[in-house]
């Protein structure tokens, strides 16, 4: 069964805008809300056509969430499945988020059915045991999160069906939407004609694209056009996702019933591990020896789907590549040597998070006698608490273990509690213990900081920065009042990030002005983003930044008169 489905939305989540105006739609309220959430949904379709065929009959929107009702996916040309066909009954798009470098949505389809042409012929085979149930998924949960700094996008999905259920999580990088056009009519035949214009009109022949037309961006205070809208054409592209596959994982928890059935066949498990062995080494060895990675791959397949035919229970497929791969070119690899080589995927009995169980004991001592188990272990019970892992998930419990690691200094818990903070709507607490992680150095803290500030206004921002533990030792700071241009200019962007030392805009926009008075380029710059930043802000924002200019200037002219601007001038004078 093809993933098309699912890389299709992640096309189009990537390749345009319209995320951005679900976001804000299902995250905004007021009577524009419904028609900014209606526009988004509506961009969100047109986009999601560039990379496959996707219809609907109606679009809902209700409070703070959307749906499509009768959507159906047609497979992309260069699959070569005609007729094949994902329907679901409802796609609901109710969760999104958007920070200063990531955006999120989820999306939950019900009542979903898959059409047979999706499948190959052995494909069908090996699912005709399951049933007239077997191309029929009940629900499935997919989050899309996009990290706009590093490119990084994750997808984890959840399936439920009648033979059980699958979970698929997918991270890669460098990861964007980029135009395809597929090798050859011959071998990606022409999709057939929408029925129902004006949504999209039937594909030209040759290599010309299909026409799609989109709607004007509704009045926000009328509401959407009913009638006599202004359509305007262009040609879309055929998009697929580009980047290098970092880590993928596929999990099962397998029905009962599917082991009963897997236990009848071939002669029961024992059948079921020769029959595996021998198809997987017929595909793989064709006359030669196999490699190392696929005589794990054949091993471990055989073993762990003979326990499943025997016991049920779980599974999982983990691919560990040593080298990142391109998505495009996996998306092209058709050799299996080559795939198993490139994504050395091997089978294991249980997904890790079933097999990670934490013994109860451990955390009712972790919990009424925190002191006697050592730091780092607190820690580690902590994060599982968070996250539900190995133990249901508690975040009270968690936050009562992180605190006091948090306050003796743990930058590590500093940044799990500064995560739970903001999860749970403290956008000052998240602050505080973030600017604790961050003046460690360590990584994820500058993004928490920047998340966080999002619900703070400057004012509210630069109390808690003033409230931030001091560095003991501070060897930047010295090298800095030295005369060391280099460390002025270090000191400026540390401070303004966040990262090595605590998050100080007064700081950063003092030591930016003085390295920028010196002549260094890149503290100009930043002293000059500050500035815009908050003094194109408006409102009260603008009124502090003007305040805090007033002081910062005031403060830099007495360091430079006070020694400084002739340490830095006898620094930069040349050798005699």
């Known amino acids: 069964m093809e993933s098309f489905m699912l890389m299709s939305m992640a096309s189009a989540f990537l390749s345009s805008a319209a995320p951005l105006a679900l976001v804000a739609g299902l995250m905004g309220d007021g009577p524009e809300r419904d028609a900014v959430l209606r526009f988004g949904a509506q961009s969100f379709a047109v986009s999601l056509r560039a990379a496959t065929d996707f219809r609907y009959d109606e679009i809902a929107v209700g409070e703070n969430k959307l749906a499509y009702l009768g959507a159906t996916l047609g497979a992309p040309p260069a699959l070569g499945r005609p007729g094949c066909e994902v329907a679901a009954a409802r796609i609901e798009i109710g969760e999104a988020a958007a920070g200063r470098d990531q955006i999120s949505i989820r999306a939950t389809l019900s009542g979903i059915e898959v059409a047979a042409a999706c499948l190959k012929p052995q494909e069908m085979a090996a699912l005709a045991m399951l049933g007239p149930q077997a191309l029929k998924i009940d629900r499935a949960e997919a989050t899309l999160t996009y990290e706009i700094g590093p490119s990084l996008g994750r997808l984890s999905a959840e399936f439920d069906a009648a033979y059980g259920r699958v979970g698929l999580e997918l991270l890669a990088d460098r990861l964007h939407a980029a135009e395809w056009t597929p090798p050859s009519p011959a071998l990606a035949p022409a999709p057939a004609p929408e029925p129902e214009p004006p949504t999209l009109e039937p594909p030209a022949t040759g290599a010309e694209r299909p026409s799609v037309k989109i709607p004007r961006a509704p009045d926000l205070e009328s509401g959407w056009p009913e009638e006599d809208q202004d359509w305007s054409e262009f040609n879309s592209p055929e998009t697929r996702l580009e980047g290098r596959l970092l880590r993928a994982e596929l999990r099962a928890n397998l029905a009962p019933r599917l082991a009963q059935t897997l236990s009848g066949l071939a002669g029961g498990p024992a059948g079921i591990e020769g029959a595996v062995r021998q198809g997987l080494e017929s595909q793989l060895a064709r006359g030669g020896e196999l490699s190392p990675a696929e005589s794990r791959l054949v091993d471990s397949a055989a073993r762990e789907l003979g326990r499943v035919a025997a016991q049920g229970g779980g599974l999982v497929v983990s691919l560990t590549p040593e080298t990142p791969p391109s998505l495009s070119a996996l998306v092209d690899l058709q050799d299996p040597k080559a795939a198993v080589e490139a994504l050395r995927p091997v089978f294991a009995a249980a997904p890790p998070r079933l097999a990670a169980l934490i013994d109860p004991a451990e955390f009712e001592t972790a919990l009424s006698a925190p002191e006697s188990l050592p730091a780092a272990r607190r820690l580690i019970l902590a994060k ?11 975040p009270a419990a968690a936050r009562g273990l992180l605190a006091p690691l948090a306050e003796a200094g743990d930058a590590e818990a500093a940044l799990a509690l500064a ?32 998340r966080a ?25 010295a090298q800095a009042q030295a005369g060391d241009l280099d460390a002025v200019a270090r000191l400026a962007r540390a ?18 002005g003085v390295a920028a008075a010196a002549g260094d380029y890149g503290a100009a710059s930043l002293h000059e983003g500050l500035r815009r930043r908050f003094s194109e802000d408006g409102g009260t924002n603008a009124e502090v930044w003007k305040s805090l200019s007033t002081r910062v200037e005031a403060e830099a002219l007495k360091l430079w008169m006070g020694g400084l601007g002739a340490r830095l001038r006898d620094g930069a004078a040349p050798a005699p």
């Open 453 to 477: 500030e999002t619900g703070l206004n400057l004012a509210e921002a630069m109390r808690i920065q003033g409230e931030a533990p001091k560095l003991a030792e501070d060897p930047l700071l």
């Open 495 to 512: 401070a303004a990030e966040g990262v090595g030392r605590p998050r100080d805009y007064a700081e950063a926009l003092t030591w930016a």
């Open 384 to 394: 599982a608490l968070l996250a539900g892992e190995g133990v249901p998930p508690a």
């Open 419 to 450: 995560g739970l903070s903001l999860a749970q709507g403290d956008s000052a607490a998240a602050y505080a213990q973030a600017l604790r992680a961050g003046a460690q150095g360590l990584s994820g803290a500058q993004a928490l900081l920047d």
